[in-house]
């Protein structure tokens, strides 16, 4: 059974930074494309940030240059760093897996398993 477990969240004033983590179980890590989410107030879910299984990483031009995903395949762990957070910011973050499909890059929407979600709140 694939879990996902977010945890980092929290409050941070605006130019500040925040580390995520997500602790995933229940499947072969190395074999998912693996990602983080946001969803804020009266927004759609918004995908942000991905890391295919090679261990390229795209982004969202909302958070390029100012987060970075990474992982701990030995921990199967997925780490989100945001630095010089802003106001929109302000969201619940979601980590999400999806199997691999081979010869084909990682997806930026449909996955099929994902967290609890972990509230970021920025403040001025």
């Known amino acids: 059974q694939v879990q996902l477990v977010e945890s980092g969240g929290g409050s941070v004033q605006s130019g500040g930074s925040l580390r995520l983590s997500c602790a995933a179980s229940g499947f072969v890590y190395m074999h998912y494309c693996m990602g983080w989410f946001r969803e804020a107030p009266g927004k759609e879910r918004e995908g942000i940030a991905f890391i295919d299984t090679d261990g390229r990483t795209t982004y969202s031009d909302s958070v390029k240059d100012r987060f970075t995903i990474s992982q701990d395949t030995s921990l199967k762990t997925l780490y989100l760093q945001m630095s010089s957070l802003k106001l929109e910011d302000t969201a619940i973050y979601y980590c999400?897996?999806?199997?691999?499909?081979?010869?084909?890059?990682?997806?930026?929407?449909?996955?099929?398993?994902w967290g609890q979600g972990t509230q970021v709140t920025v403040s001025s």
């Open positions: 999400a897996a999806d199997p691999k499909i081979m010869f084909r890059q990682c997806p930026h929407e449909g996955y099929h398993h």
